[in-house]
């Protein structure tokens, strides 16, 4: 299914309030450090497939060209844009890859951007909720954390209270994002500040207070992926051993919103063609844009139950010094959610733990890791199966 394909370098922008950073120079930050990484130069680029949502975030639309603005050596590369709601990068990587498996391209450049500080906040919330279904979702104040205030709402009516599973969330998240270079919010909250409502912590929808929400943030994350490992790369190769995408209805009227069915499906699938179960797995990196997220996709994965995801956080099974590790990187709720950069970057995460460059994040002895990336409230879910090649 995948074809030997390898990711053979990778750059990351620190996520953040980056005012002073344009489209052009996010590309030249992120994609600079691939290429070197990768020991190649924009002339062995095949193909470029650039992720971003967009949607009104930046005057600025036809983005695939930007690249070549922001690189002139790129002037006559192939360009592309994918978009997919917050897994809009992971959508750029599967067209990369696409590309590779066709036999059309040998060597790829994906980008994943995002800026989302340029507008106030209801403008950004208004933007979010777009990624609903318009017709029957969009008039939530509160944007998409209105929309996930819902799912947590009708959550803890069916299974009880679950703030203190969520506060454990955000915690380890915070927590693991302070070794995070990269992240976008470096601070250890603890859990009692996520637990209680406080004026620094405020709820914002339903039982989802601050703490439970990911950040606005603006930022890139590129990778170079080859159909061979680069004999001049400086970082060790990284392989798939499967890759899946499952689709959901997009109006929650339609399904249970407290599963996330296309996730579950997608892990199934995707444990299925790697040859490989939970135990296997070193680590996962996973879309936890809200806790609630988080918790919903412990049972989409097979940790437990529906209805019983609290447990597996409660229990520390996801902590960093647990059986199975969730978001060493700090995940969206520290390391930022720049929503077209989110897919590329927790890729890069996963392949710094495999090659065994992730600093401060580093897990001892990662062998085996997965990617859960998710556009929408469960619609368009992506899974990455990666080991050390």
Request: include cysteine.
């Amino acid at each position: 299914m995948t074809n030997h394909a390898y990711i053979t370098g990778w750059g990351h922008t620190p996520f953040g309030k980056l005012d002073n950073c344009d489209l052009e120079q996010l590309i030249r930050d992120a994609v600079q450090p691939a290429l070197q990484s990768a020991g190649l130069e924009p002339r062995d680029i095949d193909g470029i497939f650039v992720g971003h949502f967009n949607a009104g975030f930046v005057g600025q639309d036809f983005t695939a060209a930007l690249p070549a603005v922001a690189m002139p050596e790129f002037r006559h590369t192939p360009s592309m844009r994918t978009e997919n709601a917050c897994a809009t990068g992971s959508a750029a990587i599967w067209a990369a890859l696409d590309a590779m498996a066709a036999g059309r391209m040998k060597r790829t450049l994906v980008i994943g951007m995002e800026k989302m500080n340029g507008l106030k906040t209801p403008e950004v919330a208004a933007t979010l909720i777009k990624c609903s279904y318009v017709r029957e979702e969009g008039t939530d104040p509160a944007g998409f954390a209105g929309i996930f205030g819902g799912i947590a709402t009708r959550y803890f009516e069916r299974y009880g209270d679950q703030s203190d599973a969520l506060a454990a969330i955000a915690a380890k998240n915070h927590s693991n994002g302070m070794h995070n270079p990269y992240a976008h919010m470096r601070r250890d909250f603890g859990f009692d500040f996520c637990r209680t409502p406080s004026e620094k912590n405020p709820f914002v929808s339903g039982p989802l207070k601050r703490s439970d929400c990911s950040l606005v943030s603006d930022g890139a994350a590129a990778l170079v992926l080859s159909t061979e490992p680069l004999p001049g790369a400086s970082v060790a190769p990284v392989r798939w051993r499967s890759r899946t995408q499952v689709n959901d209805y997009l109006p929650m009227s339609r399904r249970d919103p407290t599963k996330f069915e296309g996730a579950a499906m997608a892990w199934q699938r995707g444990l299925a063609d790697a040859g490989a179960s939970l135990g296997d797995l070193s680590f996962v990196e996973t879309h936890d844009c809200f806790t609630i997220a988080e918790l919903l996709e412990y049972e989409a994965m097979g940790l437990a139950p529906h209805g019983q995801g609290a447990r597996v956080i409660l229990d520390g099974v996801t902590r960093k010094d647990g059986r199975l590790p969730v978001n060493p990187s700090g995940g969206l709720k520290s390391k930022g959610h720049p929503i077209g950069a989110t897919g590329v970057s927790q890729h890069v995460m996963a392949a710094m733990q495999l090659s065994g460059t992730a600093g401060g994040m580093q897990l001892p002895g990662a062998g085996v890791g997965a990617v859960f990336n998710m556009g929408g409230s469960g619609v368009a879910s992506y899974l990455s199966l990666l080991q050390a090649a």
